[in-house]
């Protein structure tokens, strides 16, 4: 079937490919009783042998078509030379590959050629590194790591990264600090959070843990102190005429009378530097290099105490000119307090969890070039996808035999090029094609000048010997490669146009125009003292009166037609 080939980047790949069936060159019998060792290039020689066996089955075919064939595909793949660039991640020193053939034109992207069993990704996208580098995340199996890369990767020239190992650590990692009467193995580090006994405070950070303990045991010791005040207060009351009154005012109180709040300030941590304690236990994580199973921190607490002045009193009697008392009862104002401040320091042991695992992923990244000695023996041990190689050779011989004049090897698409038939013909010609092919087979540098009259010359001798010698001229599955033209209809006749208008619109049938009676105009000039008539044209137009009206019949045929058609 046909794949893409409006693109202009599709039809130039199409080219180029092209260029490498022609120029692949086929210096042995095909049809030998020796089974053909594969060349440099085996996807370029499947592809000339599939269509040399396809020419020898066609009729009419010979040699000058063959030739024409391969100058179709040289012709075509000049104009697309240049077409992916060179400094493409899929290329090979500057050589396009299949496997960016098959992402440009067959409509694959490069990780839908990879086998799922293979540690081979691609990625087509990047992050941007503060300083303008660029990076990509990597995952497997929940780990992921972030590496960086020196190209920014695109569709036709991804970033491939091969996973050398993963080890797998816990699914999460414990953000901040959590509390459990046990901890998980996901807990990095872990504490006692009374000092003697569970619950555990853990976390993925020995300072945070440490931080979190000495918190709780600080505040579960500390109550502020509190005032409660009640009493009942008389004020006198003096009049104008020196009437003496007293009443009585309640008053009750709760107020702050001591309080404290605190900062905790890390100071210095101790790693334990012995490997082994008294007892033989390990001073290190068993797994983890460097990480000891204990770090003292030494924690500094300062605490900051606010208590009301000894000399304060809640209540305030006010006496005016005329004798008369008034008491009044509030709790301490902030100028009632006095602040103080101490520090002390606490070491506090952290322990490791012996049974944290650490996560990791080791991969490289790069290009083809530079990735091929990782993956080269696992590709080699998958075989190649023949649907792919088809959809590639049917669009090749499709846009090669869709040129002005092509008169060379047909190809229609009511019969592609299929998977079975490039299986038979690889069995034919001893070729096993892998997942390596794809991805590492090129246009040879060396040899560009493909024999195909040569290929197709081969077997037509072989055949005849064989045929000659009384020989069983075997040629595999029975596939039938005759070119069918495809079915048009027929052209409709001028005739077929317009008596569909004529249907379309029946009354125009009986349409005339009314005859106008016109006379000739006659033009008048006054010059030199002399009137001048311009009248000679009248009798001459008269005269050929049938020549003018036939004439303009067939210019307005024809612009009538034109516009009819152009709709």
């Known amino acids: 079937m046909r794949m893409g080939s409006d693109s202009r980047i599709k039809r130039s790949l199409v080219y180029c490919f092209c260029t490498s069936l022609c120029f692949v060159s086929y210096n042995r019998p095909v049809y030998s009783a020796v089974p053909i060792v594969a060349a440099a290039v085996p996807i370029i020689e499947l592809f000339g042998g599939l269509v040399a066996r396809r020419a020898i089955q066609v009729e009419g075919m010979n040699l000058m078509r063959v030739g024409l064939t391969r100058f179709a595909t040289k012709v075509a793949a000049n104009e697309a030379l240049f077409a992916i660039p060179v400094a493409s991640s899929l290329n090979i020193k500057g050589a396009i590959t299949w496997a960016g053939v098959a992402s440009a034109i067959g409509g694959y992207s490069v990780s839908e050629l990879i086998y799922n069993d293979i540690d081979l990704k691609v990625a087509t996208n990047a992050q941007l590194n503060a300083d303008g580098s660029y990076f990509v995340d990597v995952e497997k199996d929940g780990v992921k790591k972030k590496i960086n890369i020196n190209f920014k990767p695109e569709v036709l020239s991804p970033v491939f990264i091969y996973i050398n190992s993963v080890t797998k650590g816990e699914a999460s990692k414990i953000n901040g ?71 009585e005012k309640p008053y009750k109180l709760h107020y702050i009378r001591s309080e404290s709040t605190f900062d905790f300030d890390i100071v210095g941590v101790e790693a334990d530097s012995l490997k082994y304690t008294s007892s033989g236990g390990l001073h290190y994580h068993p797994d983890i290099e460097g990480l000891s199973m204990f770090y003292t921190v030494y924690l500094k607490v300062t605490t900051h105490t606010k208590s009301v002045n000894t000399n304060f009193s809640p209540c305030k009697t006010t006496t005016s000119s005329n004798g008369s008392t008034s008491t009044i009862c509030l709790p301490p104002q902030d100028y009632d307090y006095l602040t103080s401040e101490r520090e002390f320091t606490y070491n506090l042991r952290v322990s490791t969890n012996g049974s944290y695992k650490v996560a990791s992923l080791e991969a490289k990244v790069g290009t083809l070039s530079e990735l091929e ?31 002005t004049d092509y008169d060379g090897l047909p190809y229609s698409t009511s019969k592609p090029i299929t998977a079975q038939e490039i299986q038979s013909v690889a069995k034919e010609m001893g070729l096993n094609l892998t997942q390596y092919d794809l991805f590492y087979s090129t246009i040879p540098e060396n040899d560009m000048l493909a024999d195909v009259e040569k290929q197709y010359t081969t077997i037509i001798n072989n055949n005849t010997n064989n045929n000659n010698n009384g020989g069983n001229n075997s040629q595999g599955e029975n596939v039938d490669y005759s070119f069918t033209p495809p079915e048009l209809e027929d052209i409709p006749t001028g005739i077929d146009v317009l008596s569909y208008l004529d249907n379309l619109f029946p009354f125009l049938r009986d349409f005339e125009l009314d005859e106008k009676k016109a006379d000739c105009p006659i033009y008048h000039f006054d010059a030199f003292n002399q009137t001048y008539t311009i009248e000679t044209h009248c009798p001459l137009l008269e005269q050929n009166r049938t020549l003018t009206e036939m004439i303009m019949l067939i210019v307005w045929a024809f612009v009538s037609l034109r516009i009819i058609l152009k709709s």
């Not at 901890?183 to 945070?208: H, L, M, Q």
């Not at 000695?373 to 090669?400: C, G, R």
Request: aromatic fraction near 18%; glycine fraction near 2%.
């Open 373 to 403: 000695p990782e993956f080269k023996t696992e590709l080699q041990k998958q075989a190649i996808d023949y649907e792919v190689l088809a959809d590639i050779f049917n669009e090749i011989m499709y846009s090669a035999s869709s040129q």
């Open 177 to 247: 600090v959590e509390e459990g009467y046990s901890y998980p193995d996901n807990a990095r580090f872990y504490i006692t959070k009374d000092a003697y006994s569970a619950p555990y405070y853990f976390g993925d950070n020995y300072e945070d843990v440490a931080i979190q303990a000495q918190q709780f045991r600080t505040y579960s010791t500390y109550t502020p102190t509190y005032t409660d005040f009640s009493e009942t207060v008389t004020d006198k009351i003096v009049d104008s005429k020196g009437n003496i009154s007293f009443t």
